[in-house]
């Protein structure tokens, strides 16, 4: 039974080995989906950063240093600046007109009349 045991640890350990590699590959490989899926959100016109951001920290987490990650960091840093710049400008929709200001004085008020009677009648006159 000892020499059993000491045969089975090492094919064990390489079987584990080669699960762990392929895990690593599989990682990888959703990590590279990943970075291309937040490419393609940074380049629409109205993107979600919260998960261009999510899916570059997956591929970062992953171990993937390539240029693509650059660019994609690059891509988020750049429209996060443009962002700040445009807030408020919308180009959407009709633009309001102000109002034209008159340069007409404003109507004076109509003089008061003074009161000459009563508003009350009295009885027996």
């Known amino acids: 039974m000892p020499i059993e045991a000491a045969l089975i640890k090492p094919v064990v350990d390489a079987l584990m080995g080669l699960f762990r590699r392929g895990e690593n590959l ?30 570059i920290a997956i591929a970062k987490a992953a171990g993937i240093l390539s240029a693509d990650v650059v660019l994609a960091e690059d891509m988020l840093r750049k429209h996060r600046a443009t962002k700040s710049k445009t807030v408020g400008r919308s180009s959407v929709g009709k633009s309001r007109k102000r109002a034209a200001k008159s340069t007409a004085k404003p109507a004076e008020k109509p003089a008061e009349k003074k009161a000459s009677k009563p508003a009350t009648k009295k009885p027996g006159k």
């Open 26 to 55: 599989q990682l990888k490989r959703n990590a590279e989906a990943a970075l291309r899926e937040a490419i393609r959100e940074l380049l629409l016109a109205n993107p979600d950063e919260n998960k261009a951001e999510a899916r």
